[in-house]
């Protein structure tokens, strides 16, 4: 089978668990080859057939290339265009049809601003994409290492100190999950569609502070003289040295915080929550939601496993109506679900999954209460039977 075949068969998820080990083989091969791929994502979004690519003729398409190259012996000329052209299946023809005259034009700009990448942004607005894959140093400007790359790992434990709080932010999109480890050692683990703006380097005497959109879970390092603080869109959770779990989706009505281990202090901090009039001391193994509306929160105790087992990659559901259901699928798949069989909104669910895919977990919800679901891309609509 060609690779074109395997890349359009991921798009429409399809794609069965050997050919993605085959899919997965080839995008490790080169950077070139990972370019291509999302290319190939930007068109398949904008749009565009890519199944006519299947019927392309590679050896043809490349003795056009040389062809238009004149590459008789003894000429001079800069082989760079012809080896990335040559590394990949059909790169010359993707291009030539759909209007990339070349695999050198600044890729962040027409591609990477509209797919779904892992963003760090500097201070000063400097906007770097991240790969999982391989190390690489994070330097600012000056040249100056802030931190290191590692797989989809950041540490910025052996930065150096600053006179002054410098910010980073890091935007994980759906479907992707991403670890940082700060400063001061403390480790988060970032869940899909979130972001977390830190300081390169905490300041001594003074609070270390974070600001989190989306979910994350914190193991804190411990530092009695200065208390770590996360802080959302309408509430601060104050910590010591502690393990625990925020969820703030700036999309979601309330904001929860699960304790696992150690204790954390909620307090509103104004910014859409009503008045709260004393910080709220949450206790290990319960629950904090927090209404952005009202103001007012409940606490309950709960199985913190739930609440923290994505940061391992697995999804626990546990007596949720699929309507919320499918805003986590949302998030975990990087789709978009369109339900058009209302009786399953209040459906309630419980189920556990590892590393199943978005079409074995929709049938397995299917088992329960039959219905029928269509895969185009990115989107998915499910129909009453």
Wanted: glycine share 6%; net charge neutral.
């Amino acid at each position: 089978m060609k690779i074109i075949q395997l890349v359009i068969k991921k798009f429409k998820m399809t794609i069965s668990d050997e050919e993605t080990k085959i899919l997965d083989k080839w995008l490790s091969d080169s950077e070139t080859n990972k370019e291509l791929f999302l290319k190939l994502k930007h068109l398949y979004h904008k749009g565009v057939n890519i199944s006519d690519l299947e019927n392309i003729d590679v050896e043809t398409s490349w003795k056009k290339v040389m062809q238009k190259y004149d590459l008789k012996k003894g000429n001079r000329f800069n082989l760079q265009p012809l080896l990335k052209i040559a590394a990949i299946f059909t790169g010359l023809m993707i291009l030539a049809i759909y209007g990339y005259n070349q695999l050198t034009i600044p890729f962040e700009r027409t591609v990477k601003s509209d797919l779904d990448v892992i963003r760090l942004q500097f201070d000063n607005g400097e906007i770097h994409f991240l790969s999982v894959e391989g190390e690489k140093p994070i330097t600012d400007a000056q040249g100056n290492v802030m931190g290191k790359k590692e797989g989809n790992k950041l540490n910025y434990q052996n930065s150096k100190p600053e006179g002054k709080l410098i910010y980073n932010t890091l935007t994980i999109p759906f479907g992707k999950r991403f670890e940082i480890t700060l400063s001061d050692g403390t480790l988060v683990h970032l869940n899909a569609g979130s972001s977390l703006k830190y300081p390169v380097n905490f300041q001594k005497g003074k609070k270390r502070e974070v600001f989190l959109k989306g979910e994350a879970f914190f193991d804190v390092s411990e530092d009695k003289l200065n208390p770590f603080v996360v802080s959302t869109s309408g509430m601060d959770v104050t910590v010591l040295g502690t393990e625990f779990n925020v969820s703030a989706y700036p999309e979601d009505s309330f904001i929860n915080t699960v304790l696992v281990e150690g204790s954390v202090s909620l307090t509103s901090n104004g910014n859409n929550l009503g008045k709260v009039n004393s910080p709220l001391l949450l206790k290990p193994g319960f629950k904090a939601e927090w209404d952005n509306l009202s103001g007012k929160a409940n606490i309950e105790d709960v199985d913190t496993n739930i609440y923290t087992s994505w940061t391992s990659g697995k999804l626990i559901i546990k007596n949720l109506p699929f309507k919320n259901i499918i805003k986590r699928l949302e998030r975990n798949f990087n789709v978009t679900i369109e339900n058009n069989y209302k009786e399953l909104d209040e459906q309630v669910y419980t189920a556990s999954f590892n590393d199943e895919s978005i079409v074995e977990v929709l049938s397995s919800f299917a088992e329960n209460k039959k219905f029928d679901f269509i895969i185009d891309g990115e989107k998915i609509m499910i129909n009453q039977p």
